[in-house]
């Protein structure tokens, strides 16, 4: 096992540039920043759903409250 440790020591690597590292570090840290952009318009997305499907539902009874008290006191 010992010779093929020593024999890999001796055998040319591919180099890795700091260059390479850089830009490998920078397109995964755009990528994150993407995808964490994504969920929070996702994420808004549904809360503004839900705040206006309460506020639709809101006026949609009010209204029906008004209509029910209108009738009341005109045909009373």
């Known amino acids: 096992m010992q010779w093929k ?5 001796h055998m040319p690597q591919a180099t890795v540039h700091s260059s390479e590292v850089a830009e490998a570090w920078l397109a995964w840290h ?7 952009w994504l969920r929070q318009m996702a994420q808004l997305s549904t809360t ?6 309460a506020t639709a539902f809101h006026f949609f009874t009010s209204n ?5 008290k209108c ?6």
Do not use: D, T
């Open 71 to 76: 009738k009341s006191v005109h045909y009373g």
């Open 5 to 9: 440790w020593n024999a890999w020591l």
């Open 64 to 68: 029906l409250e008004n209509i029910q």
């Open 48 to 53: 503004m759903s839900q705040a206006h499907s």
């Open 30 to 36: 755009s990528m994150q920043r993407s995808m964490m």
